[in-house]
């Protein structure tokens, strides 16, 4: 009896650490390359040139932010991952300091940087004290349709400016000045976009052994985001 039973013990510990390990797989697949893609969108307002610094801060904001909620307690399946519609409002926020009128900040990225990261982290303080007072809780009461509008609004946003990067353009060109640089457009990295999207497209029929939570998500990507 007592050896059926350490038995049954091995299993469940074998079983969980596969487990454990598989899920932890799946967060990473999920919200690394997607903390770093946003990360770049988010620093587009700083210049080509801070794209590398951007996917730096995604990649630090995403294993912070895992750590510090295991830290704190959570112990729940919840998969922690950067949302599109918060990359859009970091990124407009970004672009008007950028775009300031305010003597001390024009030309100083240094300063500009530093009240972008300063205003983040006092919005992060509100949230805090938001899941203090539970107010969370009114989302529930937020109508579906506008949810789907403003998840598809930021879908159409993010196909839009990515255009350029499809087209393989050697330089920042806006979405809207796509038709005038045709020109310039790589046939292979037309190609190389097309496969993606086709790939993703079909994900569901080409592997049905993957987890399916990271085909949904990576096929739910593959219309709101070539960042990856």
């Known amino acids: 009896m007592l050896k059926w039973i350490a038995a049954r013990i091995g299993e469940f510990r074998q079983s969980s650490l596969r487990d454990d390990l598989l899920g932890a797989f799946v967060s990473v697949s999920l919200a ?32 912070t932010a895992g750590v510090v909620c295991v830290v704190l307690g959570d112990r729940t399946t919840t998969v922690y991952a950067p949302r599109v519609t918060t990359t859009f409002l970091l990124g407009a926020l970004l672009y008007h300091l950028v775009h300031s009128d305010a ?66 353009f050697d330089h920042n060109i806006p979405f809207n000045a796509v038709f005038g640089h045709l020109a310039e457009v790589k046939p292979l990295s037309l190609a190389v976009a097309l496969v993606t999207f086709v790939v993703m497209w079909k994900a569901r029929s080409v592997s049905v052994s993957a987890p399916c939570f990271i085909l949904s998500l990576y096929w739910r990507g593959s219309a709101h985001s070539s960042v990856l």
Request: proline share 3%.
């Open 103 to 168: 003597e001390v900040l024009r030309g100083n990225v240094h300063l500009i940087v530093l009240a972008f990261f300063s205003i983040i982290f006092l919005g992060g303080v509100f949230q805090a004290l938001f899941g203090l007072v539970r107010l969370g809780s009114l989302i529930r009461f937020t109508p579906h349709p506008v949810m789907a509008g403003l998840q598809n609004a930021a879908a159409a946003l993010l196909f839009l400016v990515q255009l350029g990067d499809v087209c393989g």
């Open 32 to 63: 690394i390359p997607l903390a770093m893609g946003y990360g770049m969108f988010a620093f587009t307002a700083l210049g080509d040139s801070y794209f590398a610094h951007g996917a730096l801060a995604g990649l630090y904001a995403a294993i």
